[in-house]
């Protein structure tokens, strides 16, 4: 009899020691993030699962737009130059409603950041990359539209600037060649 009171004892004590493991662990686990203040005062809790899927659509987004800002950097197509901005501003601003969303996510050199893709919008506007685009696309437009000497024109116009991107040298000389083709 006194085995099985021991017995009875120890699953008792077992089941109290794994609730007791279970809440630590919950606590563990647990973030409690509050938004608001008074009575507008909302508390989420995050477990450690999802600040992970948190931290790694985060880390995604910044590998996105770090590999954006550099595109725009170094392309010499203007077209890229400029969509690749666009992407990486874009992106950011996800990734900074994220950081509001989540009070745990922390955007370290947002400022620094910020100011790098600035400069970067500045040197393709100071260097004329957004008229290069626009005439790059005109030259696409006429070709489109069948009017492959007014094409040859525009491609002509924009290379008189000496523009450093090679859209369109490589337009020109496609369509040189294919219209002296055409006329012989």
């Known amino acids: 009899m006194e085995w099985v009171i021991l017995g009875i004892l120890a699953i008792a004590f077992l089941f109290w020691l794994h609730s007791k493991q279970k809440q630590s662990k919950s606590k563990e686990t647990i973030i409690k993030c509050a938004n608001g203040e008074g009575e507008n005062k909302t508390v989420f809790e995050f ?8 931290r790694r659509c985060a880390q995604r987004l910044v590998d ?3 590999e954006s800002k550099e595109f725009a950097l170094t392309s010499n197509n203007p077209e890229t130059k400029i969509s690749r901005l666009q992407l990486a501003q874009d992106k950011l601003k996800e990734l900074k409603k994220m950081a509001r969303q989540y009070p745990f996510l922390k955007l370290l050199t947002l400022d620094e950041f910020e100011a790098e893709l600035s400069e970067i919008s500045f040197k393709i506007q100071q260097r004329g990359y957004m008229a290069i685009a626009d005439a790059n696309e005109a030259g696409q437009r006429l070709e489109r539209g069948g009017f492959i000497d007014e094409a040859i024109l525009k491609y002509e116009e924009i290379i008189a ?3 450093d991107t090679p859209f369109p040298y490589r337009r020109l000389a496609i369509l040189v060649t294919v219209h002296r083709n055409l006329d012989n």
């Open 47 to 54: 477990t450690s699962q999802d600040i992970e899927t948190v």
């Open 64 to 66: 996105i737009i770090n």
């Open 161 to 163: 600037n000496a523009v």
